[in-house]
């Protein structure tokens, strides 16, 4: 006999792979990889959702076998990896994110005038077109 808990435990070890092979795709960086990689992660975290709605409905109803301790301790055990892939995949993403963040901000510096500034006699800070010609003294 299956227990009510195992396609919950099917769909939480899909949605871990596919959290990983997402982690892989921004390892290696591949976009393509990625896209569908986190089609499959949005697929597998549907199906879980769904697999949740049937084993409740089912438990629920009057003739329903009452799930065992051991059942119970798998789907644990399967949310618990889920749950850490997605954690590894989000820590990841989050880093991306603010990598990228960086990279844009050093594009847009890049793309402006450089600016110059002139210490006047008197310590004064002027900016080099305000200031007219600029002296060497000394």
Do not use: K
């Not at 789907?75 to 989050?94: K, M, N, P, W």
């Not at 510096?109 to 008197?122: C, D, I, K, L, W």
């Amino acid at each position: 006999m299956t227990s009510p808990f195992t396609p919950e435990c099917e769909a939480l070890a899909a949605v871990a792979q596919s959290a990983r092979a997402q982690l892989d795709a921004l390892r290696t960086g591949s976009p393509e990889i990625f896209e569908t990689a986190a089609a499959d992660t949005l697929d597998a975290v549907a199906n879980l959702d769904r697999r949740r709605t049937t084993r409740a409905r089912r438990m629920t109803a009057p003739n329903s076998l009452p799930a065992t301790l051991e059942a119970r301790s798998a789907l644990e055990a399967a949310a618990t990896e889920a749950r850490a892939a997605c954690d590894e995949l989000e820590v990841a993403l989050q880093h991306a994110v603010a990598l990228g963040r960086d990279l844009i901000g050093a594009w847009q510096q890049m793309a402006q005038p450089a600016t110059s500034q002139v210490y006047t006699a008197n310590g004064a800070v002027e900016s080099a077109s305000s200031s007219g010609h600029v002296h060497q003294t000394g």
